[in-house]
């Protein structure tokens, strides 16, 4: 059934038919329809002092404004990540600014962090039913200076810190201008200070801990990744997702769109997001768990993630092109 949805919705621009599938899911759920859905077997794991009921997540990026949290929960995901939120509203970059490859299994996205910023997703999460474990994405907006990018990152984490079970530090897109460098040397070093300090005023405060989670690039070379995970363990970071879009197009060469700027997901990611998993495995010597992102299309290249040394998996593109189905196949993990 979903081939034959996901047929008509790649008629259309991907960007309206995002809009097009994710307003159906709310409509079947406010209709309650999705409650026949049957239950998932549960196979429980604990990350980061939080039990998981399976290994299945849905990556940030599908829901960045919270607008379907309950909707996407009642598909079956373990887990779910909102976002990126920045702290105010931005409209990200021109429109086109997403394109599928569906030869490739494939996505192209420089979206530019597109998302109603933080009072409007906490506004959403105050009505949201779901009580499950969330993670919370949160960047800096685009005109605020590098040098202030802490400054983004505290705003985003003091005014949600409240509704994440974790919360995912995004310095690895590659479609807000020098972004990236925040994963290297001392600007690194100085973000995660910063907001592990926040973590435990919070903590002190409240008595809630909100795990701090990491989002890295797989275009890092060998001795950047080497410098960023000793910055991981002497900040102690409580998790780290491996990994977010690349700008390589190994395997996509042939496309139409293969010339387009932006990050590419999907298959073509797969070999790529799994050697940055061993060898940050590898370095990390399971001090720190990783969340495995990217390529992840079907059972056999999840298992090869959990294998290099992830604990969970999440998904975004391989949602996109094998629809809910692939929640169950990965929950058996």
């Known amino acids: 059934m979903y081939s034959l949805l996901r047929k008509a919705l790649f008629t259309l621009d991907p960007e309206r038919s995002h809009y097009i599938a994710m307003q159906g899911l709310q409509l079947a759920y406010q209709l309650r329809l999705l409650n026949r859905l049957p239950a998932i077997p549960p196979r429980p794991r604990t990350v980061m002092g939080l039990t998981f009921p399976h ?6 990026g599908l829901d960045k ?17 909102i976002g990126t939120v920045t702290p105010q509203p931005q409209a990200g970059n021109p429109r086109p600014r997403l394109f599928r490859l569906p030869e490739q299994e494939a996505i192209i996205n420089r979206m530019g962090f597109n998302n109603k910023g933080v009072e409007y997703v906490a506004r959403k999460l105050e009505q949201t039913a779901y009580r499950g474990i969330l993670g919370i994405n949160i960047g800096k907006n685009k005109d605020t200076p590098l040098e202030n990018a802490a400054d983004d990152y505290l705003f985003g984490f003091r005014h949600l810190w409240k509704f994440a079970s974790y919360m995912t530090i995004n310095i690895s897109s590659p479609n807000t201008a020098g972004l990236r460098d925040l994963q290297q040397g001392d600007m690194l070093k100085a973000l995660l200070g910063a907001l592990k300090q926040e973590q435990q005023q919070i903590e002190k405060a409240h008595q809630k801990y909100v795990p701090l989670v990491v989002k890295i ?8 990744l080497q410098a960023l995970a000793q910055v991981l363990i002497e900040q102690r970071i409580d998790g780290v997702i491996a990994t977010n879009t690349t700008l390589e197009r190994q395997g996509v060469e042939q496309s139409a769109h293969a010339k387009e700027t932006g990050g590419l997901s999907g298959k073509p990611l797969q070999s790529r997001s799994t050697e940055t998993i061993r060898a940050l495995h590898s370095m990390l010597q399971n001090r720190i768990p ?28 391989g949602f996109i092109y094998k629809g809910p189905a692939i929640i169950r196949q990965l929950a058996t993990l």
Do not use: R
């Open 55 to 60: 290994a299945a997540g849905l990556a940030a």
């Open 65 to 81: 404004n919270a607008d379907y949290v309950d909707a996407l929960a009642a598909l079956g995901f373990a887990f779910i990540e």
């Open 217 to 224: 690039s797989p275009d890092l070379s060998a001795d950047a």
């Open 290 to 317: 990783i969340i495995a992102s990217g390529g992840i299309m079907d059972t056999a290249s999840a298992s090869e993630k959990l294998k290099a040394g992830a604990s969970l998996l999440q998904v975004y593109t």
